[in-house]
C-alpha cells in the first residue's frame, strides 16, 4: 500500500477522470463475463436447474431486445413519412384557404361593383343624385375603396440571392440580409405617400388607410395576405413630380446601396398608365357613421352641382347611400 | 444459438404485431434501444471469447436499459435530460464500437 502509492502520482495517469476514461475506451466488455467464467472455473457449472432458469431468462431478454428493436424501426420508419404527411396536409389547407380567400375576394369586389352600378343607377334620375354618386365615387377613390387608374410611378423590388457557401456553393442557412423584410416595403411605401402619391398599392394589394404592412414568420403580409418577391409597387401621383421626388428620397437612396450591398434589385420607373383595384372594406364593428347636419352639405362638391335650391334633399340620398 | 434465435423471433414478432408503445414510456425508447444494443453485442462478445453467462447477460440488459431510463427520467425532471441522454448514448455508443470491433476480429481474424 506505501510502496505502490507514489507510483500513480508519480506518471500523473491515475487521475480520478484518466481511470474513467481509460476504463470506458479499453473494458468494452461487462466485466461480469469474466467474472463469471471465472468462478465457473473455480466452483463447477450450476445445478442444471437453476441453468435452465437461467437460460430461460436469457432467452426471454434476447425476445425482449428483438422487439424493442422491432419496435424502435417501425417507429422511425412511420414517423418520417407522418412528419412528412403533414406538412403537405398544412400547405394544401393553406392553398385552399388562400384560394376560398381569392374567390370570396372576387365575389366581393363584383358585388361592390353592383352596389356602386345600382346605386348609381337608382340615384340617376335627378341633378342631386348624380352629385351624390360622383362624391361618392370621389370618397370611395380616395379612401381605397374604388378602383382608380392614373399616371405614376412603378417601384420593382426583389429580393437579392440568397447566401451561398463559398467554397461548395450551397446555400446556407446564414441570415438572408438580401431579403426584403416588411419594414424595407414599408419604408418604400411612406416615401411614396410623402413624395405625394394619391394611392399605393404592392403586388395588386391597394393600400388603405388602415392597411397594415407587417411580416410573420418569413413571409411578409400586406392587409394579412401574404405578397413575395418581386415585389411590384405602384403609385399614382403627379407624372412629373412623383417619379423624381421618390428618386429623391432617402428609401430609394437606401435601396441604391442595398443593391450593391445585397443584389437587391430595384427600379422606379414613371408610367402613365396605371390601375389599382378597390382595397378590401374595412369592417367598422363599433363606429357608425353620424348623421350629417341638416344645414351642411357632405362636400363640397357635391354643392357644386347647381342644386342649391334643393339643399334640404341633399343630404339623405348620401346618408342612406354610405350606410350599408 | 437460442438467444440468438430468440433475438429473430423477438424482431419479427415486433415487425408483425407491430405493439404500440405508451406515450409516457415513448422518450425512453431510442435509450432502451442503445441499452439493448450493447446488451447484445456484449454477449455477443462474451459468447465468442467463450465466457457468456446466461446470468451476466440478463443482469447487464435489465440493470442497462433501467440505468438508463432512471438517468434520463432524472434528466426531464431536473431541465437536462438531453444532455444526460447524450452522456449514455456516447458511453454506450463506445462500448458497442469497442465490442463490435472485437467481434469483427473473432470473426475476420483481422
Not at chain 1, 353592383?114 to 340617376?124: C, G, H, I, N, T
Amino acid at each position: 500500500m506505501t510502496a505502490s502509492a507514489p507510483s500513480p502520482r508519480r506518471d500523473g495517469s491515475t487521475a480520478p477522470g484518466a481511470r474513467m476514461l481509460a476504463d470506458l475506451l479499453t473494458n468494452h466488455l461487462d466485466p461480469g463475463y469474466a467474472a463469471a467464467s471465472r468462478r465457473r472455473d473455480r466452483e463447477g457449472p450450476p445445478p442444471p436447474l437453476e441453468r435452465r432458469t437461467l437460460r430461460t431468462a436469457a432467452v426471454l431478454a434476447a425476445l425482449v431486445i428483438g422487439v424493442v428493436l422491432a419496435i424502435a424501426y417501425e417507429q422511425a420508419v412511420a414517423r418520417a413519412p407522418e412528419a412528412a404527411r403533414t406538412r403537405a396536409a398544412l400547405a394544401r389547407d393553406v392553398d385552399q384557404r388562400s384560394e376560398r380567400t381569392d374567390r370570396l375576394q372576387r365575389s366581393a369586389e363584383t358585388l361592390r361593383e353592383q352596389v356602386a352600378q345600382d346605386r348609381a343607377d337608382a340615384l340617376a334620375g335627378d341633378s342631386s343624385g348624380a352629385a351624390a354618386v360622383t362624391t361618392l365615387r370621389e370618397l370611395e377613390a380616395v379612401t381605397g375603396l374604388g378602383r382608380v387608374a392614373g399616371p405614376g410611378v412603378l417601384v420593382r423590388l426583389a429580393d437579392g440571392p440568397p447566401p451561398k457557401d463559398p467554397v461548395t456553393g450551397e446555400p446556407t442557412s446564414e441570415a438572408d440580409l438580401g431579403r426584403i423584410q416588411d419594414r424595407d416595403l414599408q419604408d418604400v411605401v411612406n416615401a411614396l405617400w410623402a413624395s405625394g402619391a394619391e394611392a399605393i398599392s404592392i403586388n395588386g394589394q391597394r393600400l388603405a388607410a388602415t392597411s397594415a404592412i407587417r411580416s410573420a414568420g418569413g413571409a411578409v403580409l400586406v392587409d394579412f395576405r401574404p405578397v413575395g418577391s418581386p415585389y411590384s409597387l405602384r403609385a399614382i401621383g403627379n407624372p412629373d413630380l412623383l417619379p423624381k421626388r421618390f428618386d429623391g428620397s432617402a428609401a430609394a437612396r437606401r435601396f441604391r446601396g442595398y443593391e450593391q450591398q445585397y443584389g437587391m434589385s430595384f427600379s422606379a420607373e414613371r408610367d402613365d398608365r396605371l390601375e389599382l383595384p378597390a382595397a378590401p372594406a374595412p369592417e367598422l364593428a363599433y363606429a357608425r357613421p353620424v348623421a350629417p347636419e341638416r344645414t351642411a352639405a357632405p362636400t363640397p362638391s357635391a354643392r357644386g352641382g347647381g342644386s342649391s335650391t334643393r339643399t334640404p334633399t341633399t343630404p339623405v340620398p348620401s346618408a342612406t347611400g354610405g350606410r350599408p | 444459438m437460442i438467444a440468438a434465435l430468440a433475438l429473430a423471433v423477438g424482431i419479427v414478432l415486433g415487425l408483425v404485431l407491430e405493439p404500440s408503445v405508451p406515450a409516457p414510456l415513448q422518450p425512453y425508447l431510442p435509450i432502451a434501444v442503445v441499452a439493448a444494443l450493447d446488451a447484445v453485442f456484449g454477449g455477443i462478445r462474451a459468447r465468442l471469447d467463450g465466457i457468456f453467462d446466461d446470468k451476466v447477460f440478463v443482469v447487464s440488459f435489465v440493470s442497462n436499459v433501467l440505468i438508463a431510463a432512471l438517468i434520463v427520467f432524472l434528466g426531464d425532471k431536473l431541465g437536462v435530460g438531453g444532455q444526460l441522454s447524450t452522456g449514455v448514448v456516447v458511453v454506450l455508443g463506445i462500448r458497442i464500437f469497442g465490442n463490435a470491433a472485437a467481434i469483427r476480429r473473432h470473426v475476420f481474424h483481422a
